[in-house]
């Protein structure tokens, strides 16, 4: 059973020139619990061996470390799984070449999408974006609280909530039923990222206990 | 035993707005032995419905089919290889992750790349550039018909001869010991793309039988 609770997202162009093993690093102290590469950019020697330094910290932090579209770069470093959008690889492709061992996420906009991700073999969705985001100009319209309430409602494999997710409304999220806040300028965007992430995390973990 | 003679590479942006399913038709029915699919834009699912389509077309014609740089495209549309370049994931990674029966070719810039790459267990090498290309404004410099008679006297692997190569050039290519003539502008930017891969087809096997 993989915790949720607080998913962090790389975004080299976000990070203030900061690696992603020295943000992710930061962003672990703090409480995140699973980690998510994404990099569009560079070769993909670059990437692989990106990849395999945040699979040693992942690993020897104890949390699950997944690879976002590059089932490639997933396989090659023994990643825990690909987290995949409408426009990467269907995740039915994903999880054959995985393997029924790792965890495949889907990117979904709308209800009918999660439906469709669940049907698929799913282990999760990232509902989103919740709230307007400034990480992805193309993103959908924002589905607020209500419809990732209902997605919530309507799937049964966790709903990670993504766009536009802060401390001022991460309770919020969570009070509409979501395992978990994905995040990637809230934190990696952050002056101090562990604090950042700390708060996050108690905030969500309070969200939970009401 | 693949027959390397003449292996054609895709170019979209060279392929004066023809899509990569009708160049390569041409080219087979001109005469291309092997194809690879050279793609770096796009997102990862036009990738893998293209490399698709391509992996039908090469299945229907019996020869091979390979994907550049992508495992991901080449395990998800079950192609026959990939070709890796000095960049890109590393041949004993590719080997691992396509398993043994699949083929895996490496681009070598000069002789000590050839050997490393023979080393790693590639079944063939792309070496060159062996004139100058406008393909790739990033290349090496050309390492003419002396460096790649050089490289084939070296290695046991078959070395297949790019960069700059045309009907001009391609006897002196298979003169140097080529196992064939890898090409993407003279054939993908031809006007006729069927009759230009068939004289390339003609110059290579009359070079052979002399």
Redesign the interface.
Known sequence: MIDWSLYVITDAKLSRGRSHLEVLRAAIAGGATVVQYREKEG????M?EEARALRELTRQAGIPFIVN????IA??VDADGVH?G?????AP?ARR?LGPGKTVGVSVDNLEQALQAEQDGADYVGAGPIFATLTKPDAAPPIGPEGLAEICRRVSIPVVAIGGINEENAAAVIAAGAAGVAVVSAVVAAPDVEATARRLREIIEAARAR
Request: glycine residues 0%; charged residues 30%; hydrophobic residues 40%.
């Open positions: 070769t993909t020697r670059q692989i579209d590059r089932v490639d396989l090659a995949v409408q426009d990467d690889m269907p492709v070449l």
